[in-house]
């Protein structure tokens, strides 16, 4: 009787001791029906662990269970073994997994506030694991033999590439200037006194048909002399308009060769004469 007690006792320990070893599995089966069974299996092993006192062997187990139906209740579990047992950054991560898959969770408040210090505890842990890691120590500079103390009488050869650094010589680069501002100026201020001109060149133009029209008019009604007046004053104001045509032409000239050959040594003026007209000046090499 005491033999037949003592092989039933060592059965049902050891059926205890294979259930607690059994690994989870690692596949998941696609059936859902498989799934939740193994899920509530797993999720049955870890409240035995907790109420036997083994937190690690819950951990896994909760973890298996997750691993098969991911549920609100399962990460919280997690979070609070992790946290008993100091893995702060895996209570973190199961926390806000519960609050991922139960958002409207009734302790919501609570777990945010429970994050918040377990963020701060991590922090001063690291905080704490960075400042007690031992700096490098410095390497000690070895100091260079003095004269008399151990030095070669014979001279040390330098360094090759140092050598042909000292002999080569330095080889100037010049970069190419930018293109003048003051070129760009004279270039718009060339088209600016074109367009003058050419307006002015018009209107005197316009002026200058006006009175030779009033010339052939007063020329068909026989007022010879009111014709020869107005024939005499068209001329002067066809000339002028004629010679600001083609000042505007050469300014024109001028702004367009500023703006596509610039150099710092070209130039350009514009001076008005006192006899009436304009003169230009263009120099510097282009």
Not at 86 to 93: H, K, N, P, Q, R
Not at 124 to 129: I, P, Y
Not at 153 to 158: D, G, M, T
Request: hydrophobic letters at 40%; charged letters at 20%.
């Amino acid at each position: 009787m005491t033999m037949r007690l003592l092989l039933i006792s060592l059965t049902v320990f050891s059926a205890i001791g294979t259930a607690r070893a059994e690994v989870c599995p690692d596949e998941v089966p696609s059936d859902a029906g498989q799934r939740r069974a193994q899920a509530k299996k797993w999720f049955g092993r870890g409240d035995e662990a907790v109420n036997s006192g083994d937190d690690l062997a819950a951990l896994k187990a909760f973890q298996c269970s997750l691993k098969f139906v991911p549920h609100g209740f399962t990460a919280f579990n997690i979070a609070q073994i992790a946290e008993r047992i100091g893995d702060l950054e895996l209570a973190i991560s199961s926390y806000n997994q519960y609050l991922l898959l139960v958002p409207d969770a009734k302790d919501s408040q609570e777990v945010n506030h429970k994050l918040d210090a377990l963020r701060e505890r991590l922090a001063q842990v690291r905080l704490k694991e960075k400042e007690s890691t031992p700096a490098e120590p410095a390497v000690a500079a070895v100091p260079s033999p003095q004269a008399g103390e151990g030095a070669s009488e014979s001279p040390q050869p330098k360094d090759a590439t140092a050598t042909t650094t000292e002999n080569k010589p330095i080889e100037s680069v010049t970069s190419p200037e930018p293109p003048s501002s003051f070129s760009r100026a004279g270039a718009w201020i060339a088209f600016g006194s074109s367009g003058i001109l050419a307006g002015a060149a018009v209107l005197l133009n316009l002026a200058a048909r006006s009175k030779m029209d009033t010339c052939r008019s007063k020329y068909t009604a026989q007022d010879q002399a009111a014709a020869q007046s107005s024939c005499d004053d068209a001329k002067p104001l066809a000339y002028t308009s004629y010679g600001f045509f083609g000042a505007s032409a050469a300014a024109l000239v001028v702004g367009t060769v500023l703006i596509l050959h610039p150099t710092p040594t070209s130039s350009v003026a514009m001076n008005i004469l006192p006899e009436g007209g304009l003169a230009f000046r263009l120099g510097g090499k282009f």
